[in-house]
Nanobody
């Protein structure tokens, strides 16, 4: 089970940190993914963090977003900096075929 949190309203240029807590799985061995979906658009991949902390990012967020994980807490994070209105959407975490319920992020201009 995945529980995402940390969404909210932020002004352009601001920051938010999302969390995704994982239960019922061997978290430390799994690669985790972040996705987002804007209203009326398809869900898109945002970031990946492997079990050993290697990361990859979509071009649209590279240099602004940072994925990290705390294996002791079975939690993955997405630090979002220098946010833009186009970052607005529902953010989801994924572990294998399991998706979190999503957390809404709104960036005002």
């Amino acid at each position: 089970q995945l529980q995402a949190s940390g969404g909210g309203l932020v002004q352009a240029g601001g920051s938010l940190r999302l969390s995704c807590a994982v239960s019922g799985s061997i978290f430390s061995r799994n690669t985790m993914f972040w996705y987002r979906q804007a209203l009326g658009k398809q869900r898109e991949w945002v970031a990946t963090i492997t079990s050993v902390g290697n990361t990859a990012y979509a071009d649209s967020v590279k240099g602004r977003f940072i994925a990290s994980r705390d294996n002791a807490k079975s939690t993955v994070y997405l630090q979002m900096n220098t946010m833009k209105p186009e970052d607005t959407g529902v953010y989801y975490c994924r572990l294998n075929t399991n998706w979190g319920q999503g957390t809404l992020v709104t960036v005002s201009s």
